[in-house]
């Protein structure tokens, strides 16, 4: 019999009593995730505020290393009883999944960490009254829609978050305390002119910060080039297609490059085929380990979990793994992938890197990309340049800013990706905007091609707080701090 639960029963005492009936068990490993999510959400359309939604998910998974095979279970129902349920039910699994399973399932050590982490923040979002944010979305719109003579017929401006409470605990020996705090700001707005309508935003980018992160003068002072910028246009001439040229990428473009074509690809349960859900699997196989040219030598991809701010900075990984940073591309080489402790072991390592991450205590975790940018250009290095410096040396290119549409292939390996803004650069100067341009090119032939790279003064953090992958699918989130690069001879528009 389990002990009945009391008015002091904690997280705590029933993720020791889950390990404790786990080792009971016999399983060779096990652990327990007690979670609370609060997600807050306004969303204001024109000079309404549409959306308002302020949910809370708790409840708990456990699960179970048995005889080489997973087992896991979930509830809401945080008691004694209900922990002596589903670690009998997880072990069941297990047993199951046994059955049909031609290779043990082996993990890689950790030690055992006894540790709390906050979310470094100066002010709770969750305490600053729903008045004061809806009052703040109403006033960029209603800023936004005093353009509407001269275009601007829609607004949009949003305000998002997350507090993520999560104790950890495991047969190793870890026990885990963890808060998560997440905030994101935005808005843009639609220009509609001779038959044709486009839109232009801006994001203070999703961070694990505070609402100090909502500074109200900033999103103020954006709004009047945004909607200048969307009037411009959408009366702008369209992008020449099925041509080759130089491409001049702001970090807040180049982040989602970034996030498809190096970070997806090297999650290594892709690799192995665990995961192949919306276009999953990967041509960067562990025999192009150490190996494979995957962009120009001067070009370096970082994986840091410790990144201040970054949307997925956290003291451990959901597998108790201690955060920690480390390069995937080095030199334009590739040498690492993002592991968990299970694919870390097929690898060969010794440890994982602390890339395992369970969007809801009713999900089991998996790979998922960590913050992962690109590093600023060696000062002083014959490919570091400026921003400006970059423009000032293109012949004929485009300069692109923010994200649009995108698509890659089942292997990561072939691309296409739109933008927010784009404009026309001529004999090193910027010369007016266009519309409708995307871009496409093989990863490695892209990466390949970069030929500038900023330095750390241009250095951004973007990123996203949307990145779906599993079946059923889990919602992760990452930041992909980078610089402006430049890319030379690639494809635009349709068929060459």
Known sequence: MVQSLTPTTTATDLAQLAIDLIRQAGCEYGD????????????????????????????????????????????????????????????????????????????????????????????????????????????????LLGYGERGIKKAYSYLQFTKEDKTFASTEGSLIHQTLYRTYPG?????????????????????????????????LSQVERVAEEAIEKVHAPKSPSGIRTTL?????????????????PTELDRVYGYEANFAGTSFATTDKLGKLQYAAPWVNF???????GGRSTMGYDDEGV???????????????YLTDRETAYRLGRGSSNGSAFADSWSSVPMVRIPNLGLEPGVEGGSHTATLAEMIADTEDGILIDGIGSFSID?????????????????????????????????????????????????????GTNLCGKGEPMQIAQMTHACVPVRVRNIHIGGAS
């Not at 002596?84 to 030690?111: C, D, F, H, W």
């Not at 001529?426 to 990863?443: N, Q, R």
């Open 187 to 219: 808005f843009g707005c639609s220009a509609i002119a001779n038959g044709d309508a486009q839109n232009r935003s801006y994001e203070r980018p999703p961070m694990n910060k505070g609402y100090e992160h909502v500074i109200r003068a900033d999103l």
């Open 32 to 143: 327990v995730r007690f979670c609370t999510y609060r997600h807050q959400n306004l969303y204001a359309r024109d000079r309404s505020l549409s959306q308002l939604s302020d949910n809370v998910s708790a409840g708990f998974g456990v699960r179970v290393l048995l005889d080489g095979a997973w087992g896991f279970a979930a509830s809401p129902y945080k008691t004694p009883a209900e922990v002596e349920r589903l670690v009998t039910l997880a072990v069941e699994i297990a047993k199951g999944s046994r059955l049909s399973q031609r290779t043990r399932v082996q993990l890689v050590p950790v030690a055992a960490y006894q540790d709390t982490y906050i979310t470094p923040m100066d002010i709770d979002p969750f305490s600053i009254p729903i008045t004061e944010k809806a009052d703040l979305l109403l006033h960029i719109n209603d800023q």
């Open 248 to 264: 001049i990428l702001k970090p807040t473009n180049l982040w989602l490059t970034i996030h498809e074509s190096v970070g997806h």
């Open 302 to 308: 970082k994986a840091d979990r410790t990144q201040p």
């Open 410 to 462: 089942q292997q990561r390996r072939n691309f296409q990706f739109g933008g927010d803004a784009f404009w026309k650069v001529e004999k090193g100067k910027v010369v007016g905007m266009l519309k409708d341009v995307t871009y496409h090119s093989m990863t490695t032939d892209f990466w390949n091609s970069v030929d500038a790279i900023g330095p750390k003064s241009e250095w951004q953090q973007c």
């Open 322 to 336: 201690p955060s920690q940073e480390w390069y995937v591309v080095k030199d334009g080489i590739l040498v690492d």
